[in-house]
């Protein structure tokens, strides 16, 4: 896939909205996460905290920094991060935990960390050793009995590796769900695209002629194109189909009035005039012979989906020319592929191949080869047909001279000397090629290349 692939852009477009859903629920899910895991573990901190203000409460009046056990062993191990302390305001009276190792907490009041409804504060601290705690702090007011301040931590450590272990597990899962939405997305564009591929691969069908319309079974959402398509094929033909009847109806309306015009020279007296209107009355109907002609062509080959075998073609050629011939006894071999065919008109090949074959029989001696291959160029399907004979050839000069227009490099021969150029025109039109060059049997030999149907060479090379 391109840049500019419809499949391509789709695909990036859904893949990058998964990505930021995916990445945007991440964090929400984290922070909720964070938010809950923060909850807990303040949870667990407030029953320390209570269980340290009931002490506090219930304890003899020379006893109230001093509560009993919490139920936490790391409260009595040293630097562990499970520490309490309580702090009377009214007098300099203060106990802590074991595990805090002759240390002090900070209070979060005076940190500056606001009360929330109840009077207690929460916040993260530092505490011994610089070690990050989570931290609740409540003021007991119990009037005569004195004002206390508790202190109860926990390691934020703890909070830390709960949320990285769900971050891990989020991030594998997130991932794994990514890499399969995206494999998904993948799928749909490919199979959702799939009947453009179809109607791609048709229409080759069409303009190699091995299909007349578009499936009629296409998603709703491409039908109108096909429609249209269909329609524009269909106009396409309407129009060449006009074009040829115009050609044929203006060359019976001017070949008419010339063969007049030259019947009435002919059986005029001899003289220069006469002379001047048969000579010019030929050259307009050459001229007009060229041009209907190439009119013809350039019509023929705007028609879409026209496809021609060639064997059969060059087998009627062959025995034509062997019967026009026959007194010179020539022969004639032909080696050419059933599965050849040209991407083109019937009567345009048989113009083309015809006017080369009828020039090497014209100039053979004894023998004419004509042979038909396969090739591919620029990805495109091409047939070579090479048309050997064994006349007298022709020099380089000669076979520059041979293709243009009106040009007979014999007089002793038959013709107008427009066939070659009416084969460059032909070849011209369809895009491909014509070589003149010489030929192994010593004469000279015509190559020409037309394009074929891409299928024959994948029958070919199968």
């Known amino acids: ?88 305001l009214d007098k300099p009276e203060s106990n ?32 011994p050793e610089d070690l990050r705690l989570r931290a609740v702090e409540r003021l007991i007011d119990l009037g005569e009995d004195g004002r206390f301040r508790v202190i109860v931590s926990g390691p934020a450590d703890e909070i830390d590796a709960e949320i990285a272990d769900f971050q891990y597990a989020l991030l594998l899962t997130f991932s794994l769900l990514g890499v399969g939405l995206v494999a998904s997305i993948l799928l749909q564009v490919r199979f959702g695209l799939r009947p453009l591929t179809r109607m791609s691969a048709v229409l080759a069908q069409m303009r190699a002629g091995q299909a007349a319309k578009l499936p009629p079974d296409l998603p709703d959402e491409i039908v109108p194109l096909a429609r249209e398509l269909d329609a524009l094929v269909d106009a396409n033909r309407e129009v060449v189909e006009r074009a040829r009847t115009h050609v044929g109806n203006l060359a019976h309306a001017l070949k008419t009035p010339l063969s007049v015009i030259a019947n009435e020279a002919a059986s005029a007296p001899p003289g220069p005039l006469s002379e001047q209107v048969r000579r010019q009355v030929t050259v307009m109907r050459t001229q007009i012979d060229h041009h209907l002609q190439r009119a013809r062509i350039a019509a023929a080959v705007s028609v879409v989906g026209t496809v021609t075998e060639i064997a059969p073609i060059v087998d009627g050629l062959v025995r034509a020319m062997e ?55 620029t990805g495109a399907a091409f047939v070579r047909l090479t048309i050997d ?46 070589i003149l060059d010489e030929a192994p049997l010593g004469g000279l030999r015509a190559v020409l290349e037309l394009p074929a149907l891409q299928g024959a060479v994948a029958l070919a090379q199968a």
């Not at 935990?97 to 002090?104: G, P």
């Not at 209070?107 to 504060?121: F, I, K, Q, T, Y």
């Not at 041979?402 to 150029?421: S, W």
């Open 323 to 377: 019967k026009i011939y026959a007194v010179k006894r020539l022969k004639i071999a032909s080696h050419v592929d059933p599965s050849l065919r040209f991407r083109g008109e019937k009567q345009d090949i048989e113009e083309m191949v015809g006017n080369l074959v009828d020039n090497a029989c014209k100039w053979a001696i004894g023998s004419v080869d004509v042979h038909a291959e396969l090739f591919q160029r």
């Open 96 to 127: 802590g935990s074991k595990s805090l190792f002759e240390a002090t907490l900070p209070s979060l009041a005076d940190l500056g960390v606001p009360a929330e409804p109840g009077g207690v504060r929460e916040a993260y601290i530092k505490g």
């Open 1 to 88: 896939m391109t840049t500019r692939s419809l499949a391509f852009r789709l695909f990036v477009a859904a893949a990058a909205w998964v990505v930021i859903v995916l990445l945007v629920a991440g964090i929400i899910l984290v922070s909720f996460y964070q938010h809950a895991t923060e909850r807990a573990f303040d949870e667990r901190l407030h029953v320390y905290l209570k269980t340290l203000v009931a002490d506090i409460a219930g304890a003899d009046m020379g006893d109230r920094t001093a509560p009993g056990a919490l139920g936490e062993p790391r409260f009595e191990l040293p630097l562990s991060g499970w520490y309490w302390q309580i702090t009377r």
């Open 389 to 434: 004979d064994d006349g007298p050839g022709l020099s380089a000069e000669k076979r520059v001279e041979a293709g243009q227009r009106g040009t007979r490099l014999d007089e002793t021969k038959p013709g107008t000397g427009l066939g070659l150029a009416i084969v460059q025109d032909l070849v011209s039109l369809y895009g491909g090629h014509l």
